[in-house]
């Protein structure tokens, strides 16, 4: 129906649901110093990430095993979006061989086909290389994507994807659209005239020192540091737009959400880089992470399989591929994103707490969380009411040295209404959540219970892992800065500030 004369069409800046990389930092879901311990090098690990997203989790997992490590490693990676199965297949497959360039210039590719939404020749044509190889090692019915592939003798990788993706990889690899046309669909939507007020809110909460390195990727499309040439990155990046050209992320996406800007910091550190150029210090230490990453799986025992289906249908589905009709799978470690915020907490623990390992004590099962806030009474720190939000706002003020006569001018509005969530004890209120969405009934009945004291993960931004019991801030003023501006752009929700990881939930001791 019509909206009638004068009244405009809503602007959509990017497309909604493609999360091409995930808005939480780099975990490892192992963290073997606090669980297995020494023990691990020897011992078979089975991990499955339920839903994905990206690969950085795989790959800061990975490299937390020891460098010898000498057991047999499987990894299920599923994600339902096809663009990021497809995403995750490429890039795998260039990670693990053995016979590619060397493991600098494999780095440098998947950072950018990662990240970069331009490549250079060299690097779209390594791209379309392995999008047509597999293409054509696929087999099966019309129906299923099914392949496999062997790197060296103890490496192997194995996909099992629906028609669709298979459907979605012919239209990309045959794409016709120009670099040109890519680029001015990505400069519509990230550079829009008409959101430069939520840029500027977000560049006043930064140091002026720190603002160019953080608006460079916006500006440029490109993760690299600042003044490195960029005249041979003249190739559109097929993996981050759609067969028709059109850019897929919303315009708040930003790849220094998906790594810790603390660990990010060391790096730049460790190689005595210039603090003010950002991205370029994020291109180091994720270039770090895959060059870690390659070098460690050619020396592991490893097999990969890949697919992309619900979460809730995955562990019966893997039993009927598995080659024994009488053990269901089990894993040391699954890990789910947030998916409990679409289908509740206990759907997850249903599915998947029957499928841990009960032989490994320290098998547990990751949920997080972004949206509970919503779902509970007293979720938010506005809840508290007036006065109690204003003494935390005096009790942020102080901590971030914003007091009273030493400042010449008042700090930006932005860096309260930011980060006045990260003084608000969740603990209460979360708890109270998973009350109510009988989390307490379900661990009862498959046998699993929710761990107090975290050995995975802190329960939210901004309080380490051995804090994890202090409702205060647990950082120095400077790391929250670094996690605040990494973790605050544009418009990524208040409630990731508010954000509490679900406890791993573990076996019964």
């Known amino acids: 129906m019509s909206k009638g004369p004068g009244v405009a069409e809503p602007i959509s800046f990017g497309k909604a649901g493609n999360y091409l990389w995930g808005n939480m930092p780099a975990a490892d879901i192992l963290n073997v110093a606090k669980n297995e311990g020494s023990s691990v090098r020897d011992q078979d690990l089975s991990l499955c990430f339920a839903a994905s997203g990206d690969l950085r989790n795989v ?81 099966g019915p019309l129906n299923l994507f099914d392949g496999h592939m062997e790197f060296g003798s103890q490496c192997e990788l194995a996909w099992l994807y629906p028609g669709p993706v298979a459907a979605l990889l012919y239209l990309i690899r045959n794409a016709t659209y120009t670099t040109s046309q890519a680029e001015a669909d990505r400069h519509r939507i990230m550079l829009s005239p008409q959101r430069i007020d939520y840029r500027e809110r977000y560049c006043s909460t930064l140091r002026p020192r720190h603002r160019l390195g953080f608006t460079y990727w916006r500006e440029t499309g490109l993760l690299l540091p600042i003044g490195q040439p960029v005249d041979s990155f003249n190739t559109a990046n097929r993996l981050l737009y759609s067969e028709k050209g059109e850019w ?15 660990e990010v910091n060391a790096t730049r550190q460790r190689l005595k880089l210039p603090e003010e150029d950002y991205t370029g210090n994020l291109f180091f230490h994720i270039k770090h992470q895959l060059v870690e990453f390659i070098k460690r799986v050619r020396g592991f025992k490893l097999t990969v399989f890949l697919l992309s289906m619900d979460l809730l249908d995955l562990p019966e589905f893997l039993d009927l591929l598995s080659d024994n009709s009488t053990k269901q799978l089990t894993f040391d470690r699954v890990e789910t994103s947030n998916v409990m915020d679409t289908v509740g907490p206990s759907a997850i623990l249903a599915t998947w707490a029957p499928r841990l390992n009960r032989d490994n004590p320290h098998s547990c099962l ?25 003494k935390l706002m005096m009790q942020l003020a102080d901590y971030l040295g914003f ?40 661990a009862r009945t498959f046998k699993v219970r929710e761990r107090k004291t975290p050995r995975i993960l802190p329960p939210r931004l901004r309080v380490q ?29 208040k409630v990731l500030n508010d954000s509490f990881r679900l406890d791993p939930v573990s076996n019964v001791a």
């Open 59 to 139: 790959i800061k997992t990975v490299n937390g095993l020891p460098q010898d490590y000498r057991g047999h490693l499987t990894l299920v990676i599923n994600d339902l979006h096809p663009q990021v199965a497809i995403r995750n297949v490429v890039l795998l497959c260039m990670l693990l061989d053995p016979s590619g360039p060397s493991d600098e210039l494999i780095a440098e590719v998947v950072l950018h086909a990662l990240y970069s939404t331009r490549l250079t020749e060299s690097q779209a044509s390594f791209v379309q290389f392995w999008m047509d190889r597999i293409n054509m090692t696929a087999r």
């Open 366 to 390: 990751l949920m997080y969380s972004m949206n509970w806030p919503f779902k509970v009474s007293g979720g938010t720190v506005e809840s508290l009411g007036r006065e109690k939000v204003q």
């Open 248 to 262: 897929l992320l919303k315009d708040n996406a930003n790849p220094a959400v998906a790594w810790d800007p603390l």
């Open 465 to 493: 892992l051995d804090d994890a019991d202090s409702p205060k801030i647990t950082i120095t003023p400077e790391q929250f800065y670094w996690i605040g501006v990494a973790h605050s752009f544009l418009q990524v929700p």
């Open 403 to 442: 007091k009273k006569g030493k400042l010449n001018k008042p700090p930006p509005v932005g860096i309260f209404t930011t980060n006045l969530g990260t003084l608000f004890d969740t603990r209460p209120p979360f708890s109270r959540y998973l009350r109510e969405h009988g989390t307490q009934e379900a």
